[in-house]
């Protein structure tokens, strides 16, 4: 069964660098997603991205995110100056259909640790 | 803004006692609405959903859920619960105006099963 991929599981990082976090959604979908939960807390929306562009982006998205789908295969989250409060899982997801008639395929996340 | 509330954040039940997860929304109109399961060291997997018609809503894995309007629950069932059901589950509500799949989770519900 297709899946969504991503790496790294978790990534430990000093406050101030840069982390960049890769995803490889299901190979025919065409609406990618970021979000992120920081522990104890609610899985929260970041951004959504279709035909090579941000779709929608939450307040949490700020200009220290950005994302990019740099080939055909790989979506990629950066941040680029990484702060304490960034210590989160960060889920991508995928669809092949746009909006809510389209079910997301979650992958297994990405633990990010800011030290 | 819409916003889900779980109350349970953790439950225990012995395999093959029934289950019931609490789920509450709040939101002008009918929103769609969405019940998620995660096992541990995987990804956000979909057990089932409510756009429209019929209130009472199948799932896979033998879940289902309510849509109660004046109640404004969805809550989800399942009659008999299995070891390999114990997982955190998160009801999650969508706005039907939105383009993007930018749903809001609730704080999610720990499910351990005894033996």
């Known amino acids: 069964e297709p899946e969504v991929t991503q790496t790294p599981s978790h990534q430990v990082t000093q406050m101030g660098q840069e982390v960049i976090l890769r995803c490889v959604p299901i190979s025919n979908h065409l609406y990618f997603y970021w979000y992120r939960q920081i522990l104890g807390q609610k899985v929260e929306f970041l951004v959504s991205?279709?035909?090579?562009?941000?779709?929608?982006k939450s307040e949490i998205f700020d200009d220290q995110f950005s994302v990019e789908r740099p080939d055909g295969s790989n979506f990629t989250l950066k941040i680029r100056s990484t702060k304490l409060e960034d210590s989160a899982m960060y889920f991508c997801a995928s669809s092949g259909r746009r909006g809510y008639s389209g079910e997301l395929f979650f992958g297994e996340g990405s633990r990010l640790t800011v030290l | 803004a819409q916003s889900v509330t779980q109350p349970d954040i953790h439950i225990t039940v012995s395999e093959g006692a029934s289950l019931e997860l609490r789920c509450n929304y709040s939101y002008g109109a009918t929103p769609y609405l969405f019940w998620y399961v995660q096992s541990p060291g995987q990804g956000l997997q979909l057990l089932l959903k409510?756009?429209?018609?019929?209130?009472l809503v199948q799932g896979i894995k033998g879940f289902e859920a309510e849509f109660k309007r004046s109640q404004s629950s969805f809550n989800l069932r399942k009659p008999s619960v299995h070891w390999s059901d114990a997982a955190e589950y998160f009801c999650a509500v969508g706005v039907p105006t939105g383009t993007a799949s930018k749903l809001t989770f609730g704080t999610g519900t720990r499910l351990q099963v005894t033996l």
């Open positions: 991205f279709y035909n090579n562009e941000i779709s929608e």
């Open positions: 409510y756009f429209s018609g019929d209130t």
